[in-house]
């Protein structure tokens, strides 16, 4: 069993800036993929960076150049800094671990989602 603790989010004005953290615990032998979603009111889940074990990253295009995506292995942690934050970006955030497990079978994982909102 593994627990992913999310925190970071919270209401910011336009052009500012959060950072999201997702602190993965429990029976983990290995990370692979580590990533962040998010879902606006209405819409569905999409990707919005992602990182592999091999620092590789990717990122949605309406993204690109405003947010960067980190880990930390040692600390089984995946990082979102988010700048230049603009309304369209308000959503719930979910961080996504693909690992495996002491037993040597993959799983993924979701974290319980933590709200940005972007607004004056």
């Known amino acids: 069993q593994v627990q992913l603790v999310e925190s970071g989010g919270g209401l910011v004005q336009p052009g500012g800036s959060l950072r999201l953290s997702c602190a993965a615990s429990?029976?983990?032998?290995?990370?692979?993929?580590m990533g962040w979603y998010r879902q606006a009111p209405g819409k569905e889940r999409e990707l919005v960076a992602a990182?592999?074990?091999?620092?590789?990253?990717n990122y949605a295009d309406v993204v690109k150049g405003r947010f960067t995506i980190s880990r930390d292995n040692a600390k089984n942690t995946v990082y979102l800094q988010m700048n230049s934050l603009k309304p369209e970006d308000t959503a719930v955030y979910y961080c996504?671990?693909?690992?495996?497990?002491?037993?040597?079978?993959?799983?993924?994982?979701w974290g319980q989602g933590t709200q940005v909102t972007v607004s004056s």
């Open positions: 429990g029976s983990i032998f290995s990370i692979d993929a």
């Open positions: 996504n671990v693909l690992y495996v497990d002491t037993r040597r079978y993959s799983y993924g994982a």
């Open positions: 990182v592999s074990s091999g620092g590789s990253t």
